[in-house]
């Protein structure tokens, strides 16, 4: 290939990369910890951007001022210059002390500790999904994190097997998930919206499908939300194909594993309480519908490498899955 069409090749791959949407992005903030951030990248791309351009600049300069020529003589060298020596140490000094000041005021800024007032959440990374506990309002949800715009919330981040790491970049910066330890990270966020996230540390098999979902309600969105998390799942209709489902729920492997308030106590697995009110399932990964609700039920590690929900022995029978899926769904 001849090295133009090479050279037009990369720069078409290169721009083919500014479409968007780019829904994990650092650079659309959407928090007080995103800004400070956001801001501070600004400030130091633009000193870099005039470091390069004065670098480039003199180094262009030179290469053509004293290129080879046929029978000129070599440039004198310089040598022990005191006022350039001076220049040359002070000026990177300078410009360091400006990049300094800002990225120390942030690190503690985003380090600080959360306001008194702050909702606080207790984010467990497992293998391969998330938990969220609100300790003060006795709630526990799974893979979605709903938070109240506008009010401080801390996040602090543990995990209950392998080292995960907590990240949501339009929110806030990487927290790692460490078992036995407690890391926390405050913001308040700022824009009503639906923000994806991504454990952000390799931690098995299923690493690149442990994801994650942030979204942001108006405060009374999310009074609403509690309110119904709080409430406890609706039992199923007599005679329906859901009060079947909650049949056989109770009588197969669901129950050692996943916690449905009132009616089954397990902790492996996410809390299904309310599972039909979620908007994804298999931690972010598919849309919470009928179809992939069902294929998941009969076979999870073929969609999660690695699941621990294993295949059902002896597994469902396809009525019984239908069953299920409508039980799953009526836990709004
Ligand atoms: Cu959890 Cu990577």
Redesign the pocket.
């Known amino acids: 290939m001849p090295r133009y069409r090479l050279c037009l090749l990369t720069v078409a791959l290169a721009v083919s990369g500014c479409g968007g949407p780019f829904p994990q992005s650092t650079l659309e903030p959407r928090s007080d910890f995103g800004w400070a951030i956001d801001h501070l990248f600004t400030d130091i791309f633009w000193w870099a951007a005039g470091v390069f351009l004065v670098v480039e600049t003199l180094l262009v300069v030179t290469l053509i001022r004293f290129r080879h020529r046929e029978g000129r003589p070599a440039p004198r060298p310089t040598h022990g210059h005191t006022v350039m020596e001076i220049a040359w140490t002070l000026a990177p000094a300078v410009i360091l002390v400006f990049v300094a000041v800002p990225t120390v005021r942030t690190i503690f800024a985003t380090a600080g500790e959360a306001p008194a007032d702050a909702l606080k959440v207790d984010v467990i ?1 497992h ?2 999904w998330w938990e969220f506990q609100y300790p003060e309002l006795g709630l526990v949800t799974a893979n979605e994190l709903h938070l109240p715009l506008g009010r401080p919330v801390q996040l602090s981040i543990t995990s209950a097997d392998v080292i ?2 907590f990240w949501a970049p339009t929110l806030g910066g990487k927290r790692d998930a460490i078992p036995g330890r407690v890391n926390r990270i405050a913001f308040r966020a700022d824009s009503v919206g639906d923000y994806s996230g991504q ?6 098999a299923s ?1 690149a499908n ?1 994801r994650l979902r942030v979204v942001v309600d108006s405060d009374s969105g999310f009074g609403r939300w509690a309110t119904v998390q709080l409430a406890g799942p609706a039992a199923p209709a007599p005679g329906t194909l859901a009060e079947r489902g909650k049949a056989v729920f109770a009588r197969s492997a669901c129950l050692g594993c996943h916690t449905i308030q009132g009616v089954s106590p397990g902790i492996i697995g996410p809390n299904l309480t309310h599972v039909g009110g979620r908007t994804t399932i298999a931690s972010g990964l598919f849309p919470n519908d009928s179809a992939h609700l069902a294929s998941w039920i009969a076979d999870a590690p073929s969609l999660k490498p690695g699941s621990l929900m294993t295949r059902m022995q002896p597994p469902l029978t396809d009525a019984d899955i239908a069953a299920l899926v409508a039980y799953l769904a009526s836990l709004r």
């Open positions: 990374g293998q391969w995960h790491s454990c952000a540390e390799f931690c098995g690493h442990m």
